[in-house]
């Protein structure tokens, strides 16, 4: 067997099983207020903006490839987030029930069209910076470190979340676990497989 072969495909698709488990916790209970879109936001910067650190850094594929399948995930993951969320304040609205306060609330003033809108423009405009600055190392180097810094933080929103609601309910235990056995098992991959420095800082 090709251990090389499975540890890659493991990296590529590991980091996405916690939002999986939070995709399948929001369908479960129809519910999504326990759960910060921002966290998908910050993952599609991060990602695109890795993706922009490959052009004029080419460290190594399967890290490539993870940012292209987080990004397909976040997507989803939004989607789910914002057809519930609509769903749910459309049904408070037309009830006799008080509409309960929602930290979030403020992401669904965008349709989900829209999102996708705004992620396809940044990322056509961060790949068209990148490539006609591949040749500039500052620049190179400067989008990584932002790229792998947006990253680091991706927990400060779901934080805010919790503290608001002073309560994690909705939120999957299978993301934060993922979060933590996430975070260790790539950072070692990093060491292992000679990653650039911005990978080892932030990671």
């Known amino acids: 067997m090709d251990w090389s072969l499975l540890v890659s495909a493991l990296m590529v698709v590991g980091p996405v099983a916690p939002y999986v488990a939070q995709v399948l916790q929001i369908q479960k209970e129809k519910k999504s207020d326990g759960f910060s879109p921002a966290v998908c936001i910050v993952l599609l910067v991060a990602n695109v903006l890795r993706i922009c650190f490959w052009i004029g850094e080419r460290f190594e594929s399967t890290l490539l490839f993870q940012s292209f399948v987080m990004i397909a995930a976040q997507l989803y993951l939004l989607k789910v987030w914002h057809d519930t969320a609509s769903y749910n ?23 989900y069209p829209q999102y996708l809108l705004g992620v396809v423009a940044f990322s056509v405009i961060s790949l068209g910076v990148a490539t006609m600055s591949s040749e500039v190392s500052v620049v190179v180097q400067s989008i990584g470190f932002l790229s792998l810094s947006i990253e680091a933080v991706l927990g400060l929103p779901q934080a805010y979340i919790n503290f608001e609601r002073r309560s994690v309910r909705g939120m999957s235990l299978g993301l934060i676990g993922g979060w933590f ?5 790539k950072t070692v991959y990093f060491v292992l497989t000679g990653a650039p420095l911005q990978f080892l800082l932030c990671g």
Not at 181 to 185: Q, R, V, W
Request: charged fraction near 25%.
């Open 89 to 111: 304040k459309d049904r408070a609205r037309f009830s006799e029930l008080p509409i309960q306060p929602d930290p979030s609330g403020f992401w669904l003033n965008y349709s």
């Open 181 to 185: 056995a996430g975070d260790a098992s």
